[in-house]
């Protein structure tokens, strides 16, 4: 198999060079993390060669099973693309960081110029469907000449639609890239930053003398200034800033819009949100309105209780204020919150990441779904001494392994998800890396990390749990070059589910303990961290209601209409979410989900969870094996190889419905 994966990527090389090259390499992986930037680009450029050649092959005649070959050739750049494309997102240098980014766009474009030979798509329309995973698999791929154009009569509608895709191409690598590299940060005197605790203060690095502190625009840093600074001058003058990060995005974002739109028209849609969805469980932009609409008119008076509670906290403090600002709710939120006996900055202790963190991968992988974990390996070969490997195993076969990057440094991608390592489309193994900003300096997780940690958790045990099949049927999403994923509104309902049991007294019981001491949560702070698992939800999905909105409204327009994409903003945000978007401000600028593959999918997230809470009733808090084992074989096994519909339904025993999420809001369905 590696010889014949060497051939297809073009990698015919001394074995002199092989060798040296594989004894970088990590022993599990079997992939290297440690190229320069010069080894990366020589890679990247093996690999578009590669794939080139398949291209020229099978359009010639000259291949004797087109569909084979072609399975093939997009599987072998799948299998080793990890190795110049994650560089961009984690490396510590500038010049490989680079690299990799140059890399993951070559590749890209090379797949672009594949989907527009007109020789590769007949040759696949015209092989035997085979076997059922076979022929689902050509289908897809054969979707992808067509949306490139390959569909179309029109030759120069053809040529519109390569130039089109070139140009966003590259726009979206600019966008996302800006964003992987910003360090930007608002600098305070020690006295603006009243509330923040002394220990966070003393983290945070000093300027002018030690006169001023630097308030790093990344989560970890960022959210606890929110959350706990008194000053709402402070308050606001820190969401300002994170919400105009990478001023030159917005102009890319506007470019981005019209170019959707223009696209969707050339492939005979109505707009880009059409096109879109057509691949989708919501399958039109009117099922999408309708659950949003649906959604928002049922949650509306919660978010009017809540907003009334925010403000009567905020009067205690400044007597005859009219309003809440943006500004002021994670802050009050805090304080209600602390009011029910939860404050995450004393949980902070009972979560320390060097307990957490393997104890939530063993509690969801061999409690939950019946799978044994092995680690951290003590001899993995990795990009950064933080990063810990863990192997996946079902009995004594290693179903694959997963790279855990949960701290925060500067120059990595700065927000938190879970990108493939490699597919386990042929004889190696799959494996997976979550890349995270979590944890204080200290090395303790608040208590929404440890949310989130079981949240990117879910996603790496889907990637994993399958076996091996063509990567256009694997667990992936629109962040890597290749093609192939999971339904973009059902990618999330894995992770969605999962991240319930951070609300599990039998789940916490694992997690958490002062390191100090090894006492346990008190049991009435676990009971009232249930009880708040929807405090402010009301608020809280307002917020997120108006980003769906203005995912699609952006994505509505047709290709005659310009769309300015910080003027729609605010108007929705204040429709949904009855708050003042701060003047000045561009939070689309920084929004990493526009450039990534969430485009007309960001609703996604909620519909999932409503999926997910269906589908964690059966589980009622319990770390239920006989019932992880039923959703290890019915929705993480079978990746994007089958409908999410058709999967959720099976684990379920009838369709899926907002019942259960509902219910749990106190709202009636």
């Known amino acids: 198999m590696r010889a014949r994966l060497a051939l297809l990527l073009g990698l015919a090389r001394p074995m002199s060079a092989l060798s040296a090259r594989a004894s970088l390499a990590c022993p599990h992986l079997k992939l290297n993390f440690e190229a320069s930037a010069s080894e990366i680009a ?135 890239q800006a964003i992987n590299v910003d360090a930007s940060y608002v600098t305070f005197a ?62 890319r974002l506007n470019r981005i819009v019209e170019l959707r739109a223009r696209l969707a028209r050339l492939l005979g849609a109505e707009n880009h949100a059409a096109a879109a969805l057509s691949s989708k469980m919501a399958a039109t932009p009117a099922t999408v309105h309708g659950f949003l609409d649906r959604v928002a008119s049922k949650l509306r008076p919660l978010r009017d209780r809540d907003l009334a509670r925010l403000l009567e906290k905020k009067r205690l403090e400044h007597p005859g ?19 029910l006996g939860i404050d995450e900055e004393s949980l902070k ?9 393997p104890a939530a ?3 969801l992988g061999e409690d939950v779904l019946g799978f044994s974990v092995d680690g951290p390996l003590a001899d993995a070969r990795l990009w ?21 990057d949960l701290k925060s440094r500067p120059g990595k991608f700065g927000h938190q998800m879970v990108v493939p390592l490699r597919p386990a489309a042929g004889e190696s193994p799959n494996a997976c890396a979550v890349l995270g900003n979590m944890g204080d300096a200290a090395g303790f997780m608040r208590f929404r990390e440890v949310e989130t940690l079981l949240h990117e958790l879910g996603h790496v045990f889907h990637a994993l749990a399958g076996d091996a099949k063509p990567a256009i049927l694997s667990w992936a999403w629109p962040m890597v070059p290749w093609p192939g994923g999971v339904e973009m509104d059902f990618l999330e309902v894995p992770s969605m589910l999962c991240q319930q049991w951070v609300y599990a007294a039998p789940m916490l019981a694992k997690l958490a303990a002062r390191a100090a001491d090894g006492s346990e949560i008190p049991a009435d702070v676990v009971a009232a961290l ?79 969870e409503i999926y997910a809470v269906d589908a964690y009733a059966r589980f009622g808090d319990a770390l239920d094996a006989a019932e992880g084992r039923r959703l290890r074989d019915l929705v993480l096994a079978p990746g994007a190889a089958e409908p999410g519909a058709t999967m959720i339904a099976n684990f379920l025993g009838r369709p899926p419905n907002e019942d259960a999420y509902f219910k749990r809001l106190g709202v009636e369905a």
């Open 190 to 251: 020690e006295a603006e930053l009243e509330g923040l605790s002394p220990a966070a203060i003393a983290a945070l690095p000093t300027r002018d003398g030690g006169a001023t502190r630097d308030v790093s625009l990344k989560a970890p840093t960022l959210t606890p200034v929110l959350q706990n600074c008194a000053s709402p001058a402070t308050r606001k003058r820190a969401m300002a800033a994170g919400q105009s990060k990478c001023p030159e995005n917005v102009a």
């Open 321 to 339: 204020a009219a309003r809440v600002d943006a500004w002021d709710v994670a802050y009050y939120s805090r304080q209600i919150k602390a009011d």
């Open 42 to 176: 020589a890679k990247s450029a093996a690999l578009v060669a590669g794939l080139d050649a398949a291209v020229a092959r099978i359009a010639s005649g000259a291949s004797g099973d087109a569909g084979a070959d072609w399975i093939g050739a997009t599987d072998a750049v799948a299998a080793a693309s990890a190795e110049v494309c994650l560089p961009a997102l984690v490396a510590t240098d500038d010049a490989a960081r680079d690299a990799g980014a140059a890399a993951k766009r070559a590749l890209i474009d090379a797949f672009q110029r594949a989907h527009g030979d007109a020789g590769v798509y007949a040759a696949l329309r015209a092989q035997a469907p085979g076997d059922a995973r076979r022929a689902e698999a050509l289908r897809r791929h054969v979707a992808l000449f067509e949306a490139n154009g390959l569909g179309l009569e029109d030759a120069a509608a053809r040529s519109d639609v390569a130039a089109v895709r070139a140009e966003l191409g590259q726009l979206c690598a600019a966008f996302e």
């Open 530 to 608: 249930a009880e708040s698992r929807h405090l402010l939800a009301g608020v809280g999905n307002a917020r997120y209601l108006s980003m769906c909105a203005y995912d699609m409204a952006m994505h509505s327009s047709s290709a005659e209409e310009a769309v300015d994409v910080v003027e729609l903003y605010g108007p929705l945000v204040k429709r949904y979410s009855n708050l003042e978007e701060i003047d000045g401000t561009h939070f689309a600028s920084s929004w990493y989900h526009m450039a990534i593959g969430y485009d007309c999918a960001y609703y996604g997230y909620l519909w999932s």
């Open 361 to 363: 991968i063993r509690a």
């Open 384 to 404: 950064h001494e933080d990063v810990d490997l863990y192997a996946i195993r079902d009995g004594a076969r290693v179903l694959g392994h997963v790279a855990l």
């Open 349 to 357: 202790p009972f979560f320390p990441m060097d307990r957490v963190v």
